[in-house]
């Protein structure tokens, strides 16, 4: 089946620093991949995704580029604010387009401190 | 445009009891999914419902079971509440596969 494979954290980084959290999946077939975010308290909110192999998707600094080769979407941003601390989810959607199901990975908690 | 929305926010209910949960989608949207969060097991799929037609379903007991409307409102259903139950329920809408889908902000539910 398909799943998700997100690093294991918490991740911990000062103030504009470098951010990488890596992303793999296994999936049968041409899925879509997201990057979610959840802050506390709050549900999901789109923070960005890639349709098709080498496509790159970016929003408030952050990006990921959909690499088929060695199926991943790793998310990175240049310079981390205390604001970004939150919930990063990565996911990919139903290969065969027969339904909207979202798989997740497990999720990792990025504290950024000032 | 109006988000995703779902009510209530939080709910307490007792072992043995059912309760539903409701959420109204972005307007458009005609395809609505349902998802469970909690620490140990995450995000899980729990069924999805397209033109008031359920499309997939995850791996749940038949105690959780949901409907859509011709307004494309959702809600879900449990019944016989156990322990385990208590969760984060999320909701999210989106116009149709392959595409984003943007979720509401949740129904905590716990179950004493």
């Known amino acids: 089946g398909n799943s998700v494979t997100q690093m294991e954290g918490p991740v911990t980084l000062s103030e504009e620093a470098f951010l990488t959290i890596n992303c793999t999946y296994t999936?049968?077939?041409?899925?879509?991949l997201f990057w979610y975010v959840q802050y506390p308290g709050e549900g999901l909110q789109l923070l960005l995704k890639?349709?098709?192999?080498?496509d790159k998707g970016s929003n408030k600094g952050f990006e990921a580029t959909y690499r088929k080769e060695t199926t991943s979407f790793h998310l990175e941003k240049g310079s981390v604010q205390v604001s970004d601390s939150a919930v990063y989810f990565c996911?990919?959607?139903?290969?065969?387009?027969?339904?909207?199901?979202?798989?997740f990975g497990k999720g990792i908690t990025l504290s950024v401190r000032p | 445009k109006a988000g995703v929305t779902q009510t209530p926010r939080y709910l307490i209910k007792t072992r043995g009891q059912q309760v539903t949960l409701s959420c109204s989608p972005i307007?458009?949207?005609?395809?609505v999914s349902w998802y469970q969060q909690t620490p140990g097991q995450g995000l899980q799929f729990l069924f999805e419902?397209?033109?008031?037609?359920?499309?997939n379903k995850g791996n749940f007991p038949g105690r959780f079971s949901g409907r859509q409307f011709s307004n494309s409102r959702s809600e879900m259903n449990v019944s016989t509440l156990e322990l385990g139950d208590s969760a984060l329920y999320l909701c999210?809408?989106?116009?149709?596969?392959?595409?984003?889908?943007?979720f509401g902000p949740g129904t905590r539910l716990t179950v004493t």
């Open positions: 999210a809408s989106s116009w149709d596969t392959f595409l984003e889908q943007y």
């Open positions: 999936a049968t077939g041409y899925p879509s």
């Open positions: 890639a349709t098709k192999a080498d």
């Open positions: 996911a990919l959607s139903d290969p065969t387009g027969a339904n909207s199901k979202l798989t």
């Open positions: 307007s458009g949207h005609r395809s």
């Open positions: 419902y397209f033109s008031e037609t359920q499309r």
